[in-house]
């Protein structure tokens, strides 16, 4: 246990003394604060302002806009951390490739300790580097909301969204490090990272709200992993500023708001239970075990 400690530590300080990593770590956050606060933001709010006035048939006050504001700026967190809980792990797995390239791993499957033990210990480095950026985003975002006039978390939805972001950490970990396991290039994994980092702005509905989309291609998106991870994390942020944005409206016009900017998800008409949406996630997170076991067998087996 101290020699996988040991590799764990050497992983986390490889990743964190690379400031170039850690900086293209978040750069689909980046892009999601610039699109969000630059243009999406505002429009975001003022939908939700429209839906308010068409029930009230009465302009929105200055109360209704910094309660719709404090919606937004929660989905938009709900966002950030879903996305940095794969950019950040699949960055940090980056250090695997890294150390075939440079022959280092021949150096540690040379030492008495197990190759199950040394990829473990670049999964654990993954999930540490990666679920500490997380909480420290949550923190800095969370100082913001509350600085631009929002509401604090309760203890309640905070331990939630802590749980749903552990859930997200430790599926994209594991499935970044199968998918390594078939990758030998840097240059190929820099850009299969690039690539991931925008792609699941749009797989999670972060970019484009789930309602914007064809539904052929929201139906598909409901099967995978990303929509369901940034839901739980929505449903766990959003709750508190949700019912005071919607307060005196019937139940179905925050439910169709819900739904349409991924909030909750449907799957036959019927609204997915967070529970529902874990279990989803969970058979990912076993697939993903199985298919680095698998892959990690066979390539023991040819050597």
Not at 29 to 36: A, G, K, Q, Y
Not at 179 to 206: D, N, Q
Request: a positive charge.
């Amino acid at each position: 246990m101290h020699k996988f400690w040991n590799l764990v530590k050497r992983h986390c300080l490889v990743f964190l003394r690379d400031k170039t990593a850690v900086f293209f770590s978040f750069l689909a956050m980046i892009i999601i604060i610039v699109l969000m606060g630059v243009f999406l933001s505002k429009m975001n709010v003022d939908s939700i302002l429209s839906l308010l006035e068409q029930f009230r048939h009465s302009k929105a006050t200055a109360t209704d806009r910094k309660n719709a504001t404090e919606l937004v700026n929660y989905c938009i967190l709900a966002g950030i951390l879903m996305t940095n809980s794969l950019t950040v792990s699949t960055s940090v797995i980056g250090i695997y490739i890294d150390d075939i390239k440079s022959h280092a791993i021949d150096c540690f499957y040379s030492a008495p300790i197990k190759r199950s033990i040394v990829s473990l210990s670049y999964i654990a480095a993954a999930m540490m580097i990666s679920m500490m950026m997380c909480l420290a985003t949550l923190g800095v975002f969370l100082a913001f909301i509350v600085l631009d006039g929002g509401e604090m978390l309760s203890l309640t939805s905070l331990l939630k969204v802590i749980v749903g972001i552990a859930l997200n950490v430790v599926l994209f970990s594991i499935g970044a490090y199968g998918i390594s396991l078939g990758l030998r290039s840097s240059k190929g994994w820099s850009t299969l990272a690039s690539i991931s980092g925008t792609l699941v702005g749009f797989l999670g509905g972060v970019y484009l709200p789930m309602g914007f989309l064809p539904k052929g291609v929201a139906s598909v998106l409901k099967f995978l992993p990303f929509l369901h991870g940034a839901s739980i994390l929505r449903k766990s942020c959003v709750q508190a500023a949700l019912d005071k944005t919607f307060a005196g409206c019937p139940s179905e016009i925050a439910t169709n708001y819900q739904e349409y900017v991924g909030i909750i998800v449907k799957s036959g008409g019927h609204v997915l239970s967070t529970a529902a949406q874990v279990g989803i996630m969970t058979l990912w997170l076993v697939a993903a075990l199985a298919a680095v076991f698998a892959i990690s067998r066979r390539k023991h087996l040819n050597k």
